[in-house]
């Protein structure tokens, strides 16, 4: 427990929050095209089978099993944050700056 809260404690020292740019269109665009190309199919097969990996580590492991499936679930959810900084349709403008979310809304 005490080597979980040192490196808990030195994973955040070399963390520092950076203002986060705003996501265009245009960027989510240029991303899938890069997640087509054939580098971007590799990293999207690694992504897949390092989730898969993780996961599997989870299932077999026999101590801290809600560590482990916190970890599994927190890396999964990374892996779908990016692929989701691809989808195009989540980044449509409206007037106000914000995404357009109506139609994932009424489906």
């Known amino acids: 427990m005490l080597r979980k809260i040192k490196a808990m404690l ?11 740019p705003s996501w265009e269109i245009d960027d989510a665009k240029r991303f899938s095209q890069f997640l087509a190309s054939d580098t971007g199919i590799k990293l999207k097969s690694t992504l897949t089978n390092m989730t898969l990996r993780i996961n599997s ?3 077999q492991s026999k101590k801290d099993l ?8 927190g890396f999964r959810g ?12 989540l980044y449509g403008s409206q007037d106000d700056g914000e995404p357009d979310l109506s139609e994932l809304i009424r489906q």
């Open 10 to 20: 030195l994973f955040a020292k070399s963390v520092e929050w950076v203002d986060e």
């Open 57 to 59: 580590q989870c299932i």
């Open 66 to 73: 809600a560590f482990e499936a916190g970890f599994a679930n």
């Open 78 to 89: 990374a892996v779908s944050s990016l692929e989701g900084l691809a989808d195009s349709e």
